[in-house]
């Protein structure tokens, strides 16, 4: 199994090791952290996204970037909603935690699993 630093905030407090397994997402905040998301909770690191897409890739694990700032899990995504470009990681939309695609993101995800993640359009509100 391979684990991952985080802190429990963005002030290195609560240091732990997270199984890479849990991961849904992590997204880049624009400061040197990197959000990490996962089913329970939210947890932070240090480092680019760059990096962390070269070391999943070259581990074996099946990680996308989805948008500029955002590297997802593709082993955890359940659906993906075409209008609105999301990526959602439950199977309630309304219950689920989601990230953003961008228009090469959501070509990139149905290249990676063209059949295997059900499509929704929301209506436009």
């Known amino acids: 199994m391979i684990y991952l630093t985080v802190t429990e905030d963005q002030h290195g407090a609560g240091i732990q090791q997270l199984p890479v397994e849990d991961i849904l997402y992590m997204q880049f905040d624009n400061r040197l952290l990197i959000s990490v998301h996962t089913e329970a909770a939210q947890y932070f690191t240090v480092g680019n996204l760059r990096f962390?897409?070269?070391?999943?890739?070259?581990?074996?694990?099946?990680?996308?970037?989805?948008?500029?700032?955002?590297?997802?899990?593709?082993?955890?995504?359940?659906?993906?909603?075409?209008?609105?470009?999301?990526?959602?990681?439950?199977?309630?939309?309304?219950?689920?935690?989601?990230?953003?695609?961008?228009?090469?993101?959501?070509?990139?995800?149905?290249?990676?699993?063209?059949?295997?993640?059900?499509?929704?359009?929301?209506?436009?509100?």
């Open 52 to 125: 962390w897409e070269a070391a999943f890739e070259k581990a074996g694990l099946n990680f996308l970037r989805l948008d500029r700032g955002v590297l997802a899990n593709l082993d955890k995504v359940k659906m993906v909603d075409s209008t609105y470009k999301l990526a959602y990681f439950g199977s309630a939309i309304n219950n689920s935690k989601r990230c953003t695609m961008s228009t090469s993101g959501y070509k990139a995800i149905h290249a990676r699993m063209p059949i295997s993640v059900p499509q929704i359009t929301l209506p436009f509100i």
